[in-house]
Each structure stands twice: as structure tokens, then as C-alpha cells.
Antibody, heavy 119, light 109 residues
Framework: EVQLVQSGAEVKKPGESLKISCKGSGYSFTSYWIGWVRQMPGKGLEWMGI????????RYSPSFQGQVTISADKSISTAYLQWSSLKASDTAMYYC????????????WGQGTLVTVSS | EIVLTQSPGTLSLSPGERATLSCRASQSVSSSYLAWYQQKPGQAPRLLIYGASSRATGIPDRFSGSGSGTDFTLTISRLEPEDFAVYYCQQYGSSPPETFGQGTKLEIK
């Protein structure tokens, strides 16, 4: 069974750093792109970027380039999303999702990680 | 960047009715790379349709997708109570990778 399991909710202060994770299982982790999606409170889905764990090829949406870093450790089948200096506007739910070979759709999703940034 | 515009923003219908949701792209999208998702409150999105018209595994046949070029449609033939949710279209392009529409909320009338 394919599963993406994300790390737990985080409460941080502005200016702090953070790294959240997404562990894949039940499939060949290195053979599928993993993307990250932001959903701000009460808002829609925003694609942040994507990584191919097989060779760490990473691509960012323009709105998120330079704001976050996406990485992966294929030895433990885990993808990461990190911030060096959080802002209150980073408060959101973050989902990881596997990009299928079927039309590049996101066929499996993590359960989401809620990040709250507040002073 | 390809912008996807979904309409209507909110659709109010009753169970048993037919729902038609629209997704319009700012430039042509390959039909192979247009998907639809359903999201219920407190849940992650769920893939419904990929390749514009192919149902994902386990999706009931009351859900269907159609369209090409810049105009795509998600149709739910007869609404069940569990279908009331927010629906998003998504396209895959060469760069940036993916964009979503802003969503259509399907609510009970």
C-alpha cells in the first residue's frame, strides 16, 4: 500500500527555522516525483515545488523560489520542506503528494502538516 | 505561467442533480496533463480525474471529465450527499511544474 506520512504539527515564532518531512512507503521512492502544496487557512491549493528523489532534481514555482528549500534523503525514503526564517504568512497546512506517471497527476497525498507561526 | 480559472466559485445544488464545473486555462494545456481533485474539510485532496477524462482508481462513474485546449469540464451526473466538497483543477506544464485553479465549492442547496 502506497503511503505518504508527514511529520506532526509545528508551532514556531517568526524568524525561526523549520524542516518538515514526508516519508514514502509501499513504492519505489526514487522513481516518482514528490511535490509540496501549500494551503493557507480558508484558501485554495498552491503548488510550491517538486523533487525527484532519484537524482534530487528540484524545481520551484516562481512564488516560492528562494523562500523554501525542498530536499530528499533517498536512503530513508523521505522528502523535506524547510524554511530558514519563518514569517507569520507561512502559517498554513502543507501537503506532500506523489506525482503519478498518469498524466503527472498527484495520486497519493500525505495527511498534511499544519505550521503555525506566531509571536 | 498558465493560470487556471474555475467557475462558478460556488455552486448550490441538491442531491440527485447534475453538477457541471468549469476550468479555463490562460493558454492551451495538453489534455494529458489536466487533473481534477476533490477536497473535503479537514482532509487532503483526492485525485478524481487525470488526463482530462480518465477516472482515478476507485472513483465512481458518476464523475466524468472532458475538454481540451483551454476549456475543461468536470461533471457529476447525479449528486450524492458525499459529493459536496471543494473541487480543484490542476495542470502540469514544463515550467513551473504545476498550477491549480482557485477551486469551486459545491454546496447543498
Amino acid at each position: 500500500e502506497v503511503q505518504l506520512v508527514q511529520s506532526g504539527a509545528e508551532v514556531k515564532k517568526p524568524g525561526e527555522s523549520l524542516k518538515i518531512s514526508c516519508k514514502g512507503s509501499g513504492y519505489s521512492f526514487t522513481s516518482y516525483w514528490i511535490g509540496w502544496v501549500r494551503q493557507m487557512p480558508g484558501k485554495g491549493l498552491e503548488w510550491m515545488g517538486i523533487i525527484y528523489p532519484g537524482d534530487s532534481d528540484t524545481r520551484y514555482s516562481p512564488s516560492f523560489q528562494g523562500q523554501v528549500t525542498i530536499s530528499a534523503d533517498k536512503s530513508i525514503s523521505t522528502a523535506y520542506l524547510q524554511w530558514s526564517s519563518l514569517k507569520a504568512s507561512d502559517t498554513a497546512m502543507y501537503y506532500c503528494a506523489r506525482r503519478s506517471t498518469l498524466g503527472a497527476a498527484a495520486d497519493y497525498w500525505g495527511q498534511g502538516t499544519l505550521v503555525t507561526v506566531s509571536s | 505561467e498558465i493560470v487556471l480559472t474555475q467557475s462558478p466559485g460556488t455552486l448550490s445544488l441538491s442531491p440527485g442533480e447534475r453538477a457541471t464545473l468549469s476550468c479555463r486555462a490562460s493558454q492551451s494545456v495538453s489534455s494529458s496533463y489536466l487533473a481534477w481533485y476533490q477536497q473535503k474539510p479537514g482532509q487532503a485532496p483526492r485525485l478524481l480525474i487525470y488526463g482530462a477524462s480518465s477516472r482515478a482508481t476507485g472513483i465512481p462513474d458518476r464523475f466524468s471529465g472532458s475538454g481540451s485546449g483551454t476549456d475543461f469540464t468536470l461533471t457529476i451526473s447525479r449528486l450524492e450527499p458525499e459529493d459536496f466538497a471543494v473541487y480543484y483543477c490542476q495542470q502540469y506544464g514544463s515550467s513551473p511544474p504545476e498550477t491549480f485553479g482557485q477551486g469551486t465549492k459545491l454546496e447543498i442547496k
